[in-house]
């Protein structure tokens, strides 16, 4: 009797143990759940916090009051400055603790409290979309090995921007200034822009081409202040190398009887001559222009002390040629029958640019023919197809098209 009793209390005690078995497996599953939602919520209400910073930031700036922009006219000891506001008269106002005394510079654009006129923060100089727009090449990839059949030119262009930038002591010892900027002139195509990347590679100097067209502007006043703000760009950027292609479209000779067009072109005129004289020969700065006229260019922009270096780039002779062949032909997959001194000697005439475009078409003629290696005859076609028609000319419309 005790032997059944003690069974049968036995089996109840196991049946208790398993339902606590139970209830505690269920209890730590709903405590990992738990845990796992309150890191849930935890993140939830993290980002909800940083969103609900960040609107009431972006309110506090909606609701700050606006600001007027001035420029900084003088510094005083007591930390106040003289600034001219936009509304005209000039003040005498406190400035936030906030900006770095090293960083007001009489001529900053500045911004003032609309309400106290303190000045609240220092702003960049504006620049014309323009300039800005300009192209503007840190370190040009093109080296002087890009360049063929120029050997006397780039010996005199390297002699006038790069020496004076890498090694100025050299005019120190002698004694000498260097040249401030230098012309090239020749023909379309034959390798003037290339020439003045090859120098700013050299000098690993920012490259800062614009086409002079561009800075003649329809209203007063407007090209010389790009011009001025090109200039700035030029010195923030230094060392730097200023290309102006088309030079003739903004440098041409003045006239008597001039439009109010042409009044606006010699403003902007005078202005590049101002500030070509405004830096010294040797600053960090280098002026390179390049033009296919020089005869109509003005006589002002000519004389020494600002173009003071002219260099002539005509078109190749055969060696020249041959140079600029080599050149294009290393990047193609040519047969190996390729006489380049016939090549050479076929072009007479030819710039550096038709040259390029003779090899680009002797590639797209193998193209065409389903070969992807280009023979002698792809060139002679090329070459006739380049030089020996009316190439980039319409042909005559029908006779009867417009009738």
Known sequence: MNSAHEKELASELKDKIRSLED??????????????????????LYKTNKELKRL????????????IIGMLRDILSDNRVVVKSSTGPDFIVSVSDFIPK??????????????????????????DPVVTGAEIIDKP???YEDVGGLVTQMMELREAVEDPLLRPELYKKVGIEPPKGVLLVGPPGTGKTLMAKAVANATKATFIRLVGSELVQKYIGEGARLVRELFDLAKEKAPSIIFIDELDAVGAKRLDGSTSGDRE???TLMQLLSELDGFTPTSNIKIIGATNRPDILDEALLRP???????????????????????????????????????????????????????????MLAIRDGRDCVTMSDFEKAKAKVMETEKNKMSKPPALMFA
């Open 23 to 44: 209830r505690i497996t269920r209890l730590t599953t709903d405590l990992q759940t738990a845990e796992s939602e309150k890191r849930s919520v935890e993140s939830e």
């Open 265 to 267: 072109v010699q403003r």
């Open 56 to 67: 009431r930031t972006e309110m506090e700036r909606l609701k700050s009051p606006p600001l």
């Open 305 to 363: 002390g600002r173009f003071d270096r002219i260099i002539d780039i005509g078109l190749p002779d055969i060696d020249g040629r041959r140079e600029i062949f080599n050149i294009h032909t290393s990047y193609m997959n040519i047969d190996g029958h390729i006489d380049i001194k016939m090549l050479s000697a076929m072009t007479e005439g030819a710039s550096g640019a038709e040259i390029k475009s003779i090899c680009t078409e002797a590639g």
């Open 102 to 127: 090293k960083n007001l510079i009489p001529g900053s654009r500045v911004s003032m409290n609309k309400q106290t006129l303190a000045v609240m923060d220092i702003l960049p100089a504006p620049l």
């Open 141 to 143: 990839t093109i080296t």
